[in-house]
């Protein structure tokens, strides 16, 4: 089986409300590889009225975000790019992305890195460069902006 990485950051992260699409086999199969962060910044803000974690297509603007490594066969990337209403709302772009635990327990000076898919929005309201920028999510966080799940809408 073909697999390519993908990189989550949002809702489909372990521990948040739509980690469930990940585990259900009849999407296709997901296998988590490893934690990790965008080797670039980009702005990950919270907006919409629905609370919905979006990644800004700005590469370089914003903080290297956190986030989950998933090796996804082509089933589950096909559902994905569905549920990410892909490439109307997201766009699917490669991403590097800095694994976490990697490279310095092995005696590496350097960090490893792997390419990923990564959801991001290139399209979106110019307000929203200007919302408060996160390099974490979670659905309930600080931040107060509690996630309103696609079922309740």
């Known amino acids: ?15 948040q409300p739509n980690h469930a699409v990940l585990q259900d086999s009849a999407h296709g199969c997901a296998s988590f590889h490893s934690c990790g ?10 907006a919409g009225q629905h609370n919905v974690p979006y990644l800004l297509h700005l ?26 209403d892909c490439p109307t709302m997201y766009q699917r772009t490669p991403a590097t992305i800095v694994l976490e635990g990697e490279g310095q327990e092995a005696g590496c000076p350097q960090e490893a890195t792997l390419q990923c898919f990564l959801y991001s929005k290139a399209t979106y309201p ?10 974490n999510y979670d659905s309930k966080g600080a931040h107060g902006l509690r996630y309103n799940p696609r079922e309740n809408r």
């Open 1 to 15: 089986m073909a697999c390519v990485f993908v990189f989550v950051y949002g809702t489909l992260k372990r521990g």
């Open 37 to 46: 962060r965008t080797l670039e910044p980009f702005p990950l803000v919270i």
């Open 59 to 84: 590469p370089g603007k914003g903080y290297r975000v956190r986030g989950e490594v998933y090796a996804v066969d082509e089933k589950m990337l096909r559902y994905l790019d569905d549920f990410e």
């Open 126 to 135: 110019p307000e929203w460069v200007h919302l408060p920028y996160h390099d």
